[in-house]
Structure formats: C-alpha cells, structure tokens
C-alpha cells in the first residue's frame, strides 16, 4: 500500500514529489510520456524567478528531476488509465498492474489545441508557437499571426506588440469570446490589425514560417499574410480524460479544485494545467503541486 501515487511528471507533478519525498510518504510517480511536460516544447523559459537571462528547459527540468531523485524516488514510464475507489483507499491503473494507495495527487497537465491546418506541425519551434509570453521576445521587429478570440489570444496580441512590428489578429468570428477591456485594449494599440471572420488555411515556408494562407468565413475569399510567427492560441485541453468519471470537472474538462487543490474526492488532490484555475505556467504549477502534497500530507497525518 502505497501512501500517494502522482500522476505526471511535469513541473506540478515534479515539485509535488519533491515535498511528498520531503514529507517521507512512500510515493510512486507515473509520468506517461517523459519527465518534463509541456515545458518542453519551448527551448528556454525566461519568467521562472532564478534564472536572469532565461535557462535552457531541458536544464531546469534537470533540476528539478535531481531535485527528486536525491530524496531516492524514482519517475517510473507508465501511463495511467483509471483510477478506482475501492472503500477508502484508491487502485491506480495503469498498462503494466494496479496499485493500492490512500492518496492519489493528479498532476497530468494539458496540450495546446491544435488548429489542425496544414503546415502546423512541420513549423511547430519553426515560427509556430502555442504561447505568447514565453516565446515573444524571440519575435523581435517581426510579423506575426496570432490565432484565436479568447482572452489568451487577445492578451497575448497585446503583449506580442511589445515587439513585432506587426500583429495581425486572425479571429473566425466578428465578436470576441475574450474580455471587452482587452479587446478595447486591442483596438487602441496601434501595430495590432484585425482579420476579423478569417479563419488559417494554411501554413507556408520554406524552413521557418514564411506565411499564412487564410480564408473568409462568409465569402470563401483567400488571400496571404506574409509573417515570420504564428502564434495558435485557441486554448489548451486538459489531459482529464482517464479521471471524468470519477472528478468533478468542468465543460472544458478541467478539474474542479478548491484552494487547497482537494477534488471533490477525499484524498485526490490535482494541480497544475489541469486544473481550473486563472494562471497556466510553470511558476503556478510548482507552487499548486507543493500545496497539492502538503494537503495530501495533512489528509495522510489525519485519516
Ligand atoms: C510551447 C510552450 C511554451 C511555454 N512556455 C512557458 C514559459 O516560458 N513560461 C511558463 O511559465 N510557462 C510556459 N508554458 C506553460 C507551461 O509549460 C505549463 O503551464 C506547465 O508545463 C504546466 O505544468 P503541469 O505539470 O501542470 O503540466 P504538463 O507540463 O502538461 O505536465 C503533465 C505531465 O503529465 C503527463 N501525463 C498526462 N496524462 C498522464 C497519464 N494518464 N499518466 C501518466 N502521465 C500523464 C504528461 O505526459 C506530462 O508530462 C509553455 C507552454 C507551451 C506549450
């Protein structure tokens, strides 16, 4: 019987094992993929406190994995499909057995949605992006495309124009589903121009993006941006699907957490990207994966 089993090894899973090792539970980490998350798919992060400059991601998620292994923990290759009350306690399934624990944390993160055009993933790190604040410094005097109409879209236009020279926002719809004080926002800075009712077609280039192909959504009309960015920020999915049964979740999938991050199980605790919540980065994963293992600690301490 195991006192807590984490699910996933990205920065909330991660810095969740490394108080429930300095907690002294008897844990086991299930990472489905490889050590690190989403994380990885950007080459540097420049907003972890620490690091002026920026650090390599590969070198902090070193860190952090040390970090664990020091307290003699090891991030086993298995991914989890099911988790199952029996009584108190909880049976995690995964490809290779079932394990018996009394307190699950579930830290398995998201994915950025795709668009699904052609070209989005052969210039995935080659001028596609999924995140604004991290990689728009590297878009210094640049065009860029920014896709979506959400808040994250809307605030990352803004933020974008802190540095390209153009930004065109590229929305399906007339109306915004983002905040109204952002879309004003929007409207008055002036390197942000509006393709309102265009939806991307496609995606073009030689090694690096070199433009997008968009299309009307009323006339079919198609015509090209010429950019060196694009920016898809159509939101992120939870990668829930292995907990809806058994978790409280909301409509866009994400779990239903209070601000101790219990679910609305006894002794399932969640944190990071999967969770609703107002801030996705790294800095707030850690910080809800510690909360997450000090809560699991508690609820061990008293059952
Ligand atoms: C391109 C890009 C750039 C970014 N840049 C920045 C940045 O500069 N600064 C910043 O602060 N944030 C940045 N972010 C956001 C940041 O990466 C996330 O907020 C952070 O990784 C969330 O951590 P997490 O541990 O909650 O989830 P994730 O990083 O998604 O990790 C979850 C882990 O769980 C595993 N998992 C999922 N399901 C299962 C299962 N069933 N069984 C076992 N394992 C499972 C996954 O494989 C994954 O490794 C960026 C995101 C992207 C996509």
Redesign the pocket.
């Known amino acids: 019987m195991h006192d807590l089993i984490i699910?996933?090894?990205?920065?909330?899973?991660?810095t969740a094992a490394l108080y429930a090792g300095r907690f002294k539970l008897n844990t086991r980490i299930?990472?489905?993929?490889?050590?690190?998350?989403?994380?990885l798919?950007?080459p540097?992060?420049?907003?972890?406190p620490g690091f002026p400059g920026g650090i390599s991601?590969f070198d902090l998620i070193d860190k952090f994995k040390k970090q664990v292994e020091d307290l003699g923990l090891e991030i086993e290759n298995?991914?989890?499909?099911e988790i199952i009350p029996e009584g108190k306690f909880y049976n995690v399934k995964?490809e290779s057995g079932v394990f018996k624990t009394k307190t699950v944390i579930v830290?398995?993160?998201?994915?950025?949605k795709r668009i699904g055009v052609k070209g989005e993933d052969k210039f995935i790190g080659k001028g596609v992006?999924?995140?604004g604040?991290?990689?728009g410094p590297l878009f210094k005097n640049k065009d860029i495309v920014v896709v979506g109409g959400g808040d994250r879209a809307v605030e990352d236009a803004i933020f974008l124009a802190n540095y390209a020279k153009r930004v065109y926002l590229v929305h399906r719809r007339s109306e915004f589903r983002a905040s109204q004080i952002l879309v004003d926002k929007a409207k008055t800075t002036p390197k942000i121009k509006f393709i309102l009712e265009f939806v991307v077609e496609e995606i073009i280039g030689g090694n690096k993006v070199e433009q997008v192909r968009i299309k009307n959504v009323k006339t079919s009309v198609e015509s090209n941006l010429f950019c060196q960015g694009v920016f898809i920020l159509a939101g992120?999915n939870p990668?829930t699907?292995?907990i809806k049964n058994i978790l409280e979740i909301n409509e866009a999938g994400f779990i239903i957490i209070d601000r101790r991050m219990h679910t609305s199980k006894e002794g399932i605790f969640a944190?990071?990207?999967?969770v609703e919540k107002g801030l996705?980065?790294?800095?707030?994963?850690c910080s809800?994966?510690a909360a997450a293992a000090d809560s699991a600690h508690k609820y061990l301490l008293k059952s």
Do not use: W
């Not at 699910?7 to 991660?14: N, V």
């Not at 299930?30 to 994380?39: L, V």
């Open positions: 699910i996933g090894a990205g920065p909330a899973g991660l299930f990472e489905r993929i490889s050590c690190g998350g989403q994380i798919l950007s540097a992060i420049e907003n972890y991601t298995q991914s989890v499909l995964t830290a398995s993160g998201a994915a950025s992006s999924y995140c604040t991290c990689d992120i990668n699907e292995f944190c990071g990207d999967c996705y980065q790294v800095i707030s994963a809800d994966g």
